[in-house]
């Protein structure tokens, strides 16, 4: 049981450059989250998709755009890669979108940007 | 402003006694709060979740309790383990009448010495 996967796990960009990153989850969940996490703060939610056909912005989307493909897969795009855009990235799912709802986690996508 | 915080210094506690991590908001009203473990290199991972009308929460040798008139949760692990030494985070759900949103702390590491 795999539960939530990410692909890949480390990536190293030019700036300018770009790249989709990956997310997969086999819960059957219908909500599904991007966050980034940078030192010495919090989660910080990128974008989320309450259901599949569904996509919307979370606290810090500028830079980036989201695809939910089906109902397991969730995708991640930065379209010109920038230097403040080097963080940790995970993807998160969760039975429902409503409130209080346990998120799952994917162990994460290490991106650094040159 | 809003804001979630946690304790940024690591804790270190000796094996078998209790670790009390904190976690305090400001402005905001939470529905829920949930605790979540991480561990190096991984995703978070969800442990317990408590409401804004319950004062307590176990599970275990966890315990959460919550506090809205402080504006503060406590985790509690007793009997502590060499390996429950990780990253705690919290995070709170608000009202928000929609998603999922979790608001993220920066997280707490605890140390646990044998």
């Known amino acids: 049981n795999a539960g939530v996967t990410q692909t890949p796990k480390f990536q190293v960009l030019k700036t300018g450059q770009s790249m989709t990153l990956q997310c997969a989850q086999d819960?059957?969940?219908?909500?599904m989250y991007w966050y980034r996490q940078d030192p010495g703060m919090g989660l910080r939610l990128i974008y989320y998709s309450a259901s599949e056909g569904t996509t919307d912005k979370g606290e810090v989307p500028n830079g980036y755009n989201v695809s939910r493909l089906n109902k397991r897969e969730f995708s991640l795009r930065l379209e010109s890669a920038a230097p403040s855009q080097t963080s940790v990235y995970f993807c998160a799912s969760s039975e429902f979108t409503r409130e209080g709802q346990p998120q799952h986690f994917g162990d994460g996508t290490r991106l650094s940007i040159l | 402003s809003q804001k979630i915080e946690q304790n940024s210094e690591a804790l270190n506690i000796q094996e078998g006694k209790t670790a009390t991590l904190t976690c305090n908001y400001t402005n905001y009203s939470p529905a829920y709060l949930q605790w979540y473990r991480q561990d190096p290199g991984r995703g978070p991972v969800f442990l317990l979740l408590?409401?804004?009308?319950?004062k307590e929460k176990r599970k275990e040798r966890l315990k959460v309790t919550f506090d809205t008139t402080l504006k503060q949760s406590l985790f509690h692990i007793t009997a502590s383990q060499p390996a429950d030494s990780a990253t705690y985070l919290c995070a709170l759900v608000p009202f928000s009448g929609g998603y999922n949103k979790l608001i993220f702390g920066a997280g707490t590491r605890l140390a646990v010495h044998p």
């Open positions: 408590i409401r804004e009308n319950e």
């Open positions: 819960m059957n969940h219908n909500s």
